[in-house]
């Protein structure tokens, strides 16, 4: 079967993939943030994946406002770059996993979860930012992905009692998928942050910290919080720490964190890197 070798959540600020295209990982704004990812990058070497689950929001590039699905799952052979021109300007496609999509898919509907299937599906920051830091190398990602997309745009949003359960569910089906793939995990989303309306600019470096930290000792911690709760604790789009939940549920049992900063402000967000492993 396969082996989840643990998670990764990180922010997707579109602003990084300007820095990227613009070679700023050296610049005195970006450093802090940039540094936080070879610790990551060497756990990877180490522990290997072939695969990527990648939980992350979509911001209209598939789904817009007339057609917002609560989830959504990717089962495509190819996922190409089409950004809103924020990040990254050109990116070779990422190559999916088809034999994994399907069975998430179905193991999905078989506990009740009307996921829509989308056997074409582009991706934009959300997907590609948290691939290019993670292999920053030219070329193609190494990774085979599957996108697992969670609405966090358009209300009704699902809550955090129902975002961990979609985690457990697919971490239960990765876990009995026939196959001898290693398994990553990643969130890509948040943390705190508020783009627009009378509180722009808004971050709360406690509750982020204490979300973190909750990921380690605590998971289900976040869950007791509904989403207006979280908008009110960490800004309208900070309930992007959605993704973040779901790819801590993914994991089995206890996890050990490998790795973790946190850095404000990128581009007005609270940017975060947590490196979690399986088994702990």
């Not at 922010?11 to 295209?21: E, F, K, L, M, T």
Request: charged share 15%.
């Amino acid at each position: 079967m396969a082996h989840i070798v643990g998670g990764i959540a990180t922010s997707h600020v579109p602003a990084i993939g300007r820095a990227i295209a613009g070679h700023l990982q050296q610049d005195p704004y970006w450093k802090p943030f940039f540094d936080g990812f070879p610790p990551a990058q060497a756990w990877l070497d180490k522990v290997r994946p072939d695969v990527a689950v990648v939980f992350y929001n979509d911001h209209g590039l598939n789904f817009f406002l007339d057609k917002m699905p609560t989830f959504a799952v990717g089962a495509a052979p190819q996922y190409v770059n089409a950004d809103e021109g924020w990040g990254i300007p050109t990116l070779p496609p990422f190559a999916g996993e088809l034999d994994l999509s399907w069975h998430l898919i179905n193991a999905l509907v078989a506990r009740e979860f009307d996921v829509t299937t989308c056997q074409e599906m582009l991706v934009d920051h959300a997907v590609t930012l948290p691939l290019k830091l993670l292999w920053p190398e030219d070329g193609p990602c190494p990774m085979r992905i599957v996108p697992v997309c969670i609405n966090t745009v358009q209300y009704p949003l699902p809550s955090a009692t129902r975002c961990y359960k979609l985690g457990q569910a697919v971490g239960e089906a990765i876990a009995a998928w026939k196959s001898d793939a290693r398994v990553l995990v990643i969130g890509s989303g948040g943390l705190s942050h508020q783009l627009d309306g009378q509180r722009a600019g808004f971050i709360n470096k406690d509750f982020d910290l204490a979300f973190m930290e909750s990921l380690i000792n605590d998971p289900k911690w976040v869950t007791q919080y509904s989403n207006e709760e979280l908008v009110e604790k960490a800004g309208t789009q900070g309930v992007e720490l959605l993704m973040w939940l779901a790819a801590r549920a993914a994991l089995p049992g206890a996890v050990r964190k490998v790795h973790a900063n946190y850095h404000i402000p990128i581009s007005n967000t609270a940017a975060g890197l947590m490196v979690m492993e399986s088994g702990a």
